[in-house]
């Protein structure tokens, strides 16, 4: 079992649109629900929203483009400095669409959290919701995971169930989990920095 210890608390968020979950988590820290310190938002897209919601926030926001970069590698070790420069302990990728590769994870061992829109390991990757309304199920909801270099597929933080009306679309019942994704994801990063847990296997284990 590897047990964390308490992290320090700077985070870095990285995203690449809406920025829904970087606001809920901006909002958990105004609240003094998180404690805790956003060092720097990145976004591999200039277009992102949440790019100019971390501005307006007074936040440190930049974009890192991968287009100058020969591999995905050279890109992660990029994103890896300017995360490392900004001391960051613990990154939270919230709607980042890109997977993370060796580099991020050697830099951030058992250090970078995701947010999913699905009750893992149901309906990993794009288009979730579509994918759970399609399949029928009953249940969905939302998971936050440790990132492996699997995708969507490390261990879980926390998961919150969401019921499927008959009469849900896409949109109305990815609005009901986002619900519960802006709630879940400040929870995660809490009990995460406060390293009361350890991993056993791939169990996510809290010590209480
Ligand atoms: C969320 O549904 C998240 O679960 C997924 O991407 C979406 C990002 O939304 N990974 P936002 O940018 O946080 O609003």
């Avoid at 964390?4 to 809920?24: D, F, Q, T």
């Avoid at 893992?120 to 029928?136: C, I, S």
């Amino acid at each position: 079992m590897s047990r964390p210890g308490p992290l320090a608390r700077r985070l870095g968020v990285l995203i690449s649109g809406r920025g829904s979950n970087l606001e809920a988590i901006v909002d958990a820290i105004a609240r003094k629900r998180l404690d805790a310190t956003i060092a720097i938002v990145l976004s591999n897209r200039p277009d992102a929203r949440g790019l100019q919601l971390a501005r307006d926030a007074g936040l440190e926001a930049r974009c890192l483009s991968p287009r100058g970069y020969t591999d995905r590698d050279a890109y992660d070790r990029a994103l890896a400095d300017v995360l490392g420069s900004c001391r960051v302990d613990l990154v939270c990728l919230a709607g980042f669409m890109r997977l993370v590769g060796q580099p991020m994870l050697d830099a951030f061992p058992d250090r970078i959290l995701n947010i999913h829109p699905s009750l893992l390991p149901a309906f990993p990757g794009l288009d979730a919701q579509k994918q759970a309304l399609e399949h029928g199920v009953r249940i969905t909801g939302a998971t936050v995971h440790l990132v492996t270099s699997a995708l969507d597929a490390g261990p879980i933080v926390l998961q919150a169930a969401v019921p499927v009306r008959d009469d849900d679309t896409v949109e109305t019942l990815a609005a009901r989990v986002l619900v519960e994704e802006h709630r879940l994801y400040p929870e995660a990063i809490r009990i995460v920095l406060d390293g009361r847990w350890s991993l056993d296997g791939r169990r996510f284990v809290r010590h209480f």
